[in-house]
């Protein structure tokens, strides 16, 4: 079964520097999304993203966020400046185009621990 | 109104028994509502999902209950197993928005002992 891949698995980064999270959903999803959860929280989502542009974002995901799809495979969320409280799980999510009256889910990676020191 | 309020926190049953969570939501734009299950260090899975067009759905041992008049939907696990245990998370959605972003709830971490 195609699955929604992430990588790192963990990365471990300096307050104030740039981290880029990746991720290659599903091959044939035309939507994708980045989710958060906070150790022991519930998930938050923070964007989408579909037809190449943002469809809409949370007030979580402010200008030190930034999305793209650089080519035809990958879907990255880069952090500018981290910040102490960026530390958390991000998950990536993908979901094919609903058909008629059917309901396509949000398929989710595994994610990746963001630890910032 | 976008939040969707999940109780209890946490549930420890035996092996056989029926677990049940609870959601609560208060966005009737709100039409489609998935439960994920997650185990640790893994992502969400998609588990079963519920329209409000029916009040019951049923895939194996797991079913939603749906209650619209009262904006509330449950979980049930009939016949618990061990490998049960996990993260249960509830969410809602809105179908025909152009985003379909999933709100979910606090979740409940599930205990099933042997």
């Known amino acids: 079964e195609p699955e929604v891949t992430q990588t790192p698995s963990h990365q471990v980064t300096q307050m104030g520097q740039e981290v880029i999270l990746r991720c290659v959903p599903i091959?044939?999803?035309?939507?994708f999304y980045w989710y958060r959860q906070i150790l022991g929280q519930k998930v938050e989502f923070l964007v989408s993203?579909?037809?190449?542009?943002?469809?809409?974002k949370s007030e979580i995901f402010d200008d030190q966020f930034s999305v793209e799809r650089p080519d035809g495979s990958n879907f990255t969320l880069k952090i500018r400046s981290t910040k102490l409280e960026d530390s958390a799980m991000y998950f990536c999510?993908?979901?094919?185009?609903?058909?008629?009256?059917?309901?396509?889910?949000?398929?989710f990676g595994d994610g990746t621990r963001l630890s910032i020191l | 109104q976008q939040q969707v309020k999940q109780s209890p926190q946490s549930l420890i049953v035996q092996k056989g028994g029926i677990p049940i969570i609870n959601c609560a939501y208060e966005?009737?734009?709100?039409?489609?509502f998935p439960w994920y299950q997650q185990f640790p260090g893994k992502g969400p899975a998609l588990l079963i999902a519920?329209?409000?067009?029916?009040s019951e759905k049923k895939e194996g041992r797991f079913t939603i209950s749906f209650n619209k008049s009262a904006k509330q939907f449950s979980l049930h696990i009939m016949d618990s197993q061990p490998g049960d245990s996990a993260t249960y998370f509830c969410?809602?959605?809105?179908?025909?928005?152009?985003?379909?972003?999933?709100?979910f709830g606090q979740g409940t971490t599930l205990q099933v002992k042997p």
């Open positions: 966005n009737t734009a709100f039409d489609y």
């Open positions: 999510a993908s979901r094919a185009l609903s058909a008629g009256s059917g309901d396509q889910p949000q398929h």
């Open positions: 091959s044939n999803h035309l939507y």
């Open positions: 993203f579909y037809n190449n542009e943002i469809s809409e």
């Open positions: 519920i329209r409000p067009d029916v």
């Open positions: 969410a809602a959605s809105i179908r025909r928005s152009n985003t379909g972003k999933l709100i």
